[in-house]
């Protein structure tokens, strides 16, 4: 069972920062699959960027309710919009149902991890949460990687824990500029 976020100010929350714009907001906040809502802008393609073993980060096993030693499984992929990078995604589950419960998770190859997780009746998701990411954080540096240009301060970034079978598989989603620049533009349908 997931636990609930920790205090503080880099706590991740379930009501995003009142200091987010309304953009940020309505993004952190949206239900159901993210690759479906960017299929709204255009096209939507994935980038693998790191599929390997390793360890959690510190509030990931916390949230995943294992030890922060626990084996995981890391998926790492940039979605883009008509290619341009839009979101960075972080994504884990423990190693030992990574080739059980969530197996199918090791052979996504370029597809959506949407795929598995809003076609299964046996699939739950915890509630949305939601924080700034900066540069102490290693998620920072996996969103910064896809910007050429200036790195912002900050991003913004979403995550949830979706429980099949009770084996746990958290997703982090990492909201990159170029997102937030089409929308100001007026792009969006």
Not at 109 to 136: H, K, Q
Not at 176 to 187: E, H, I, K, N, V
Request: glycine fraction near 4%.
């Amino acid at each position: 069972m997931p636990k609930a976020p920790l205090a503080g100010t880099h706590a991740w929350r379930e009501r995003p920062l009142p200091t987010f714009t309304a953009d940020q907001k309505d993004w952190l906040t949206r239900g159901g699959s993210l690759t479906a809502h960017l299929r709204e802008l255009g096209d939507v393609t994935v980038h693998v960027t790191r599929e390997a073993v390793g360890q959690p980060w510190r509030d990931e096993a916390a949230a995943l309710d294992i030890t922060p030693r626990t084996p995981v499984w890391i998926r790492e992929v940039v979605l883009n919009v008509n290619r341009v990078p839009f979101v960075a995604a972080h994504s884990v589950v423990p190693f030992d149902v990574s080739s059980g419960v969530w197996q199918a998770m090791r052979r996504l190859r370029t597809r959506p991890l949407a795929e598995l997780l809003y076609g299964d009746s046996s699939v739950w998701r915890s509630p949305l949460t939601s924080r700034r990411i900066d540069a102490r954080d290693p998620l920072y540096r996996l969103a910064a990687r896809q910007i050429q240009h200036e790195k912002p301060h900050a991003f913004v970034a979403r995550r949830s824990v979706f429980v099949r079978l009770g084996a746990p598989l958290m997703v982090t989603e990492c909201f990159l500029p170029a997102l937030w620049s089409f929308l100001a533009r007026g792009d969006a349908c």
